[in-house]
């Protein structure tokens, strides 16, 4: 793992998220800022994924469940080469396969969603169907913390370890924020390491922006054939990046003008 | 005449929702409001800022949202559910089948950003078939009001009847022209203009694209009827009767799949009673995308030249 490369990419993913973000005017900068730090990772180092052959069988699946963040996912598609880069432009744009909620249209893209608390299930799914068939391919889900609130998802907790998948590796993107409010605020999550692991899952807690403490969590848990499922609750600022987007309600839904656009892409060069 | 519809302003149709509340809440003392983490996308501040201890925030969890509706109209509040139009129907439709509809529960589902203009947030969010799934649950009310002032008439309204209503309103800023303060009463249509060759039938902002295709049809000297259908269930039957009869011809325009929505509705009555020709505008069995709200109208034919060629297809078929 080299984390400088790594940090790099992070870095490209966050401006090439804004860019696309300020172009089409959309949302949810926030969001993809603080998970871009996992996604780097995730494609540097940790998923097994072929750009030029984004259907391979055996390949790992991350399915990104918080579709509305999927700037970020889509840059890093384009950044490892999975479409040219170019096609990125018509983002949310008309007539454009590129949604701005993740599209299963996109190569490299397994699942459309943007309606929350989707995403585990399918990845319970796609897990149980690697054990039954013995596969190799090791299930990804990144979710958001506001979409903890959803009950679909505890289904999906609470039937995961029943079916023993532990191919499966659950990340959420503890940023503390959601729509208009502080996840304290909304419903608390915590204790939530104690639910996860009353729930009997394998529990990590990591900082979601150091690249090295990423990267060493996801691989082992992705290495760990021993019954059980993963999470991982990295803790991350919404935002992250640019200093006044960090922790800030507005940076969920606001779009950048063509001043704070400026400023943003000027912190992270 | 049509021509002589003013607009107002132009203001989104949440907006109305959001001044409704605020007003219902202060008439009635019973209404509380809850939401599913979109206070600010369903304009609910006002409501907050004055009634804080009548709006419950239940998180991203809209099953449990309908539910804990169902159950506060038991101790005798008007719950008013708020979420965009997918999470309020598709998501909970059996919490809402079970809990609300066959239980006859006061409880009123609230949902904004319905249809194709809810623009760039694209096909996840875009629900084509909530006025088909809420229309076909027995007991439910359906309302799809066209304009800012009428989705605040309708707000207040809905508070004053007993039943399980869903009112379905949108995201953009869009021609406001019905009145202030204006009376609403659920099952009654309202008559924009009087013709006699060739009946309109729309609801919610296609009335405004409605007007707009009629007034072209009313400059070539074409008698138009372009008549509001702000509530789908329960049907004005008699007063889509009364139109037909004398138009012997019909268009239906919605912001919604033709399979199950508005046009099927008035085709039924059509049907049953008096069978005449009928065209349809609105989505065709497809999924919407992301895009600026006018263009995916065009791109999805829901546009004024649209219902222009509908009606003259329909006044052709009339004639043979
Ligand atoms: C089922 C559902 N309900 C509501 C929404 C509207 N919505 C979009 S993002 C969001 C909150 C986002 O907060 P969080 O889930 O924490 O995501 P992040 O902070 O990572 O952006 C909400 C309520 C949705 N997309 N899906
Ligand atoms: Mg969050």
Redesign the pocket.
Same mark, same amino acid.
Request: net charge negative; no cysteine.
């Given at each position: 793992m080299d984390a400088k490369s790594t940090t790099y990419l992070a870095g490209e993913i966050r401006k090439t998220a804004l860019s696309m973000v300020y172009e089409a005017k959309s949302s949810?900068i $926030?969001?993809?800022f603080?998970?871009a730090d996992i996604l780097a990772v995730l494609y540097e180092d940790v998923l097994h994924v072929d750009p030029s052959e984004p259907k391979m069988v055996d390949r790992d699946r991350l399915l990104l469940s918080?579709?509305?963040?999927c700037s970020a996912l889509y840059a890093v598609l384009g950044l490892k080469g999975f479409f040219p880069m170019e096609s990125l432009a018509s983002y949310g744009q008309d007539g454009s396969s590129f949604l701005t909620?993740i599209s299963h249209y996109i190569p490299g893209v397994e699942i459309s969603a943007?309606?929350?608390?989707h995403g585990l299930p399918i990845a319970c799914g796609l897990a149980l169907a690697a054990k039954r068939k013995a596969r190799p391919w090791t299930t990804f889900c990144l979710m958001?913390? $506001?979409?903890l609130d959803?009950g679909s998802n505890w289904e999906s907790f609470l039937l995961a370890p029943q079916l023993g998948l532990d191919n499966l590796v659950v990340i959420i993107?503890y940023?503390k924020?959601?729509?208009l409010g502080f996840?304290k605020d909304v419903i608390d999550l915590e204790p939530l390491i104690q639910k996860f692991e009353a729930f009997k899952w394998e529990v990590f807690t990591i900082d979601g922006h150091e690249i090295q403490e990423i990267y060493t969590t996801l691989s082992s848990a992705k290495a760990a054939r021993n019954g059980v499922p993963k999470v991982v609750i990295a803790h991350t600022v919404?935002g992250k990046g640019v200093d006044f987007m960090e922790n800030k309600l507005l940076w969920?839904y606001k779009s950048p003008n063509a001043t704070e656009y400026q400023q943003a892409l000027g912190q992270l060069d | 005449m049509l021509k002589d519809i003013v607009v107002l302003n132009e203001k989104e149709t949440r907006g109305g929702f959001g001044e409704g509340i605020l007003e219902a809440g202060r008439k009635n003392p019973n209404v509380v409001a809850l939401t599913?983490?979109?206070l600010g996308?369903m304009k609910l501040q006002a409501f907050i800022k004055e009634f804080p201890e009548r709006f419950v925030q239940v998180g991203?969890a809209?099953a449990n949202m309908i539910g804990i509706a169902a159950g506060l109209t038991i101790g005798g509040k008007i719950p008013y559910t708020t979420?965009?139009a997918?999470?309020s129907t598709g998501?909970v439709y059996d919490q809402i089948r079970q809990s609300v509809a066959y239980s006859g529960k006061n409880v009123k589902i609230c949902a904004s950003h319905a249809g194709l203009t809810l623009g760039e947030d694209g096909a996840?969010?875009q629900i084509l078939e909530d006025i088909g799934l809420m229309k076909m649950l027995p007991g439910m009310t359906v309302i799809v009001p066209c304009d800012f002032n009428q989705t605040k008439a309708a707000t207040i309204a809905i508070s004053e009847y007993e039943g399980p209503v869903y009112l379905r309103f949108g995201r953009p800023k869009w021609p406001n022209f019905t009145p202030e303060n204006q009376p609403f009463e659920i099952g009654k249509a309202q008559f924009l203009s009087e013709g006699k060759d060739i009946s309109i039938f729309a609801c919610g902002h296609m009335v405004w694209k409605a007007i707009e295709a009629g007034r072209i049809l009313e400059e070539k000297g074409v008698s138009v009827e372009v008549v509001n259908i702000h509530t789908i269930k329960p049907l004005d039957v008699e007063g889509i009767l009364k139109s037909i009869q004398k138009t012997g011809c019909a268009v239906t325009a919605e912001e919604h799949n033709i399979i199950g929505g508005l046009g099927d509705s008035v085709a039924q009555v059509a049907a049953r009673h008096f069978p005449i020709p009928i065209e349809y505008v609105g989505t065709n069995d497809t999924f919407g995308e992301s895009g600026k709200p006018e263009d995916l109208l065009v791109k999805y034919g829901l546009d004024t030249p649209n219902i222009l060629a509908a009606a003259e297809k329909a006044l052709i078929r009339k004639k043979h």
């Open positions: 949810h $926030g969001g993809a603080s998970m918080k579709g509305h963040a909620h943007g309606s929350l608390g958001s913390d $506001g979409e959803e993107d940023n924020i959601q729509s996840v919404k969920h | 599913a983490d979109l996308s991203i809209e979420t965009f997918n999470f998501r996840t969010h």
